[in-house]
């Protein structure tokens, strides 16, 4: 004979030691425990949420010195810049990779991610200047494009972002920033002067 679903699963005899002493307009409460594996599982993912955050975010400098998201940025700019000798934030430097377009697509990849909010996505200008044109504020060879952006410029308006890259990040952006020269996208009118040394669209006329 199978169950009325309508009765309720409890024995009348453990009614006593199961009731609460509550009791709203006569309905009564049970304690009803949860399941035992229920339970397990519950405790068992506040456990392990514990390991995972010592593991991922806190610096448990006894095993490795740095959390797994610095190794991660460590192991990814030792892939892409690894076989690269030490660079210089210098004009040949600058001018040299601002010639190969495997490496300015590198300098894009970090002006598309962190500078387009002032400098617009193809470095065109909004809030900063046009990076396009044949002009500029604050430069006069590659290597002042390297110091803007390491220091900034105008009390922060321009961020220093020389503790955000490592130095060969520096010169990739500098190397794109560099080849942007003298493309004349439209945007921003340009401002400051030409410098007197050529590179970029500039050098080429
Ligand atoms: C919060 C807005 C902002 C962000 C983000 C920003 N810039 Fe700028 N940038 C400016 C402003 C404003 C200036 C103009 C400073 C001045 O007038 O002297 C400037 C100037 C420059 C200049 C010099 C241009 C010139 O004509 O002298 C370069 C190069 C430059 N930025 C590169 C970058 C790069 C590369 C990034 C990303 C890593 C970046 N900027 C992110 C606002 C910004």
Redesign the pocket.
Known sequence: MSRDPRTPKTDPASDATRDTGHNYDGIREYDNPLPGWWVWSFWITIIWGFIYIFFAFLPPKMFSGETSLETEKAEMTARVFGALPDLQLDDATILQYSQKPEWTAIGRS??QA??V???ASDGQGS???N?TDN?????KTPAD?AD??ANG??NG???A?GKFFEKKEQVM?AAY?ASLRGESRPGKAA??EVPAMPWGKAAEK
């Not at 002009?135 to 430069?139: D, E, G």
């Open positions: 970090m002006f962190n500078c909010s002032c400098h809030v900063g200047p990076l002009a500029y504020i604050n430069v494009i803007v952006i410029r105008k308006a321009m961020p972002w952006l920033v401002e400051g």
